[in-house]
């Protein structure tokens, strides 16, 4: 299984962003936001897609995988 | 959503006063009980900050996985309470604690799975996942052994007319203490995921 990072904390950070803060815009609860930051969640694309917008970034910015023993990379 | 969480507090509320004016004060205080300890983060933002929560697609899958974990729980125990080794369990008593017992015994599977996958599974650690699905593993396999013991042992004892001894030590000695082991150990892995801070 490949492991995902998440930068949603520095994205975060540099936006000047609480975890409640971006979990009332993303329409979240706070724990999904800690959860995600700490790679334990696996968003669906539409949520993943809605912390992005709220961040002002890509989904691929901001999710990392480590794809050695899951899809290659192109 | 809010609706729908809105009205499963007030019914549980009147379904409460309900029982309480019926005097069934532990099944009141087990629904209060059940309540708190899944929905204490909508009752503290209720208090603190005036609105619910929001139902995420987190909170959903959460959701889901317990109700399917409380489901096959009650078809296999509906299963094996039909064998008649499962009968000998409920022969002596009346139908109606057979079921209460049934659907407690359900809720609590559907309460430790949600606690489990909201609270605990994401502040483990990759190891303690893998002892605690081993555990668990274990439980599963010591009750299938049990029955299998036991049907060998009198199947075995019918047709030789002497007792078996092997299958009877499997299924009084060795397959309960391999339940009871997975059931402490599961029990001191999923306290201690409770207990942690998220690392």
Do not use: C
């Not at chain 1, 930051?37 to 968003?43: A, D």
């Not at chain 2, 439980?139 to 060998?152: E, K, N, P, Q, T």
């Not at chain 2, 030590?169 to 306290?191: Q, W």
């Amino acid at each position: 299984m490949s492991s995902m990072k998440t930068k949603i904390k520095e994205h975060r950070a540099r936006r000047r962003l609480t975890q409640e803060k971006l979990a009332d815009i993303v329409g979240v609860r706070r724990e999904t936001i800690i959860y995600l930051e700490q790679g334990k969640y696996n968003p669906s694309l539409r949520l993943a897609h809605g912390v992005a917008r709220a961040l002002g970034t890509t989904i691929d910015r901001l999710f990392v995988f480590d794809d050695r023993d899951g899809v290659p990379p192109d | 959503m809010k609706k729908v969480s809105w009205g499963i507090f007030i019914a549980a509320l009147v379904i409460t006063l309900l029982l309480i004016s019926l005097e069934q004060y532990y099944v009141a205080v087990s629904l209060v009980v059940g309540t708190v300890i899944m929905r204490h983060r909508e009752l503290w933002s209720l208090v603190v900050r005036r609105r619910l929560p929001p139902v995420d697609e987190r909170v959903r899958g959460n959701t889901n996985k317990a109700v399917r974990n409380g489901f096959v729980f009650l078809a296999g125990l509906t299963a094996f309470l039909m064998l008649p080794l499962g009968r000998i369990f409920t022969t002596d008593l009346d139908t109606q604690f057979v079921l209460a017992g049934m659907f407690l015994a359900t809720g609590l599977v559907y309460l430790l799975s949600y606690v489990y996958y909201d609270r605990a599974a994401p502040k483990m650690s990759r190891w303690r996942l893998e002892r605690l699905r081993w555990f668990l593993t274990l439980g599963g396999v010591s009750i299938g052994v049990f029955i299998i013991a036991v049907f060998l042992h009198n199947v075995i004892s019918g047709l030789s007319g002497f007792e078996e001894p092997v299958f009877f030590i499997v299924a009084v000695i060795l397959a309960p203490l391999a339940l009871a082991v997975s059931i402490i150990g599961s029990l001191v892995l999923f306290i201690m995921g409770l207990a942690a801070r998220p690392s």
